[in-house]
């Protein structure tokens, strides 16, 4: 990181949080409190870019003390928590979700090549289904089970049964991460085996229109976050084999943090992707509706996390906890 850059393009920040902390909380208007917090948050951030960063002793010294004082000084008078909601929205999640870009597009990569092989493989050998079901069993579910499974429930409860479902799947692949990242590529592995199965299983029986019209309206939207989910626990494993030129205990905490942020903001887009398949999936009657709605939803989150994504990498967020550095976590 070049020191001199970041100085410059923060240092009247820090000179305002500094002018704000000498006047006290008593003196100030509530618009100038609310600056207050923001600054000060900023400045938290800011002492955690440059110690993982560059940890140029004056500089962290100068903002060590800055930080420190603004904690004292803002006790007592915490942003509101629809703030606290905002920054998170805005600038903390898809921060995080910006800065494993290149892991989430490999993730995507990698898997969805996996089950177009699986499904090819299965489409073409006709031993290969029978070794998987029988012909009864094939037939039933390509000609019922495949479609009937998103309608046979009411909307609303498959819905909150799909979210729940993929909120465990996508927590097991950031969560098991840590240990080297062999549980989240375990779990990749069923997901697209199950994937190329069916979808092998439709094309070989002349149903491959009603897979994608089935699957693309919540599958987009609901594969992005578990291909995300999953690259972020990957990078939570690779981490704790190389952590740079970190400690690897502050590496770990940091990007722990970070994924939590991930973790926390999926719990919404897959709420999302839940809604699209109980409301949608099985009930809109025309196909291209249905896929536009998918499609619709797919291009609206990827278009939220490289605008506010990318800003907020610009401007030096990391996507780490919003709380002090030297009283943040870390691990043992």
């Known amino acids: 990181m070049d020191?001199?850059?970041f100085v410059a393009a923060h240092n009247a920040e820090w000179r305002r949080l500094e002018q704000l902390v000498n006047r006290g909380t008593r003196r100030l208007s509530g618009a100038e409190i609310d600056e207050l917090v923001e600054l000060y948050q900023?400045?938290?951030t800011h002492l955690s870019v440059v110690r993982s960063s560059s940890p140029e002793p004056a500089l962290v010294g100068r903002l060590s003390s800055l930080v420190a004082r603004g904690r004292a000084t803002v006790t007592g008078a915490h942003a509101p928590m629809w703030r606290d909601a905002a920054r998170f929205l805005t600038v903390s999640f898809p921060a995080t979700v910006y800065r494993v870009r290149w892991w989430w597009l490999g993730s995507a990569v990698i898997c969805n090549l996996i089950s177009v092989v699986i499904a090819i493989w299965v489409a073409r050998n006709p031993e290969v289904q029978s070794s998987l079901l029988s012909p009864s069993e094939i037939k039933q579910l390509v000609d019922h089970d495949f479609a009937n499974y998103y309608t046979e429930h009411a909307a609303g409860a498959f819905a909150f049964q799909v979210w729940v479902n993929n909120v465990w799947v996508s927590a097991q692949?950031?969560?098991f991460g840590i240990l080297l990242g062999v549980p989240t590529?375990?779990?990749l592995w069923g997901n697209q085996l199950n994937l190329g199965v069916s979808a092998g299983l439709m094309f070989a029986h002349g149903k491959g229109a009603i897979f994608f019209g089935l699957i693309l309206p919540h599958g987009l939207?609901?594969?992005?976050?578990?291909?995300?989910?999953?690259a972020a626990g990957l990078r939570l494993g690779w981490t704790v084999i190389d952590p740079g030129?970190?400690?690897r205990s502050q590496a770990l905490a940091e990007e722990g943090r970070a994924a939590m942020s991930i973790a926390l903001g999926l719990i919404g887009v897959l709420a999302i992707s839940g809604a699209i398949e109980g409301f949608v999936t099985g009930h809109v009657p025309v196909t291209w509706l249905r896929i536009a709605i998918g499609i619709l939803a797919e291009t609206a989150f990827l278009t939220y996390v490289i605008v506010f994504g990318r800003r907020a990498v610009r401007d030096g967020e990391t996507g780490d906890a919003e709380i002090v550095p030297d009283m943040a976590p870390v691990a043992a």
């Open 42 to 44: 900023r400045a938290a």
């Open 245 to 247: 030129p970190r400690r």
């Open 221 to 230: 939207l609901e594969l992005t976050a578990v291909y995300l989910a999953s």
């Open 173 to 175: 692949a950031l969560i």
């Open 3 to 5: 020191v001199d850059a």
């Open 185 to 187: 590529i375990l779990v």
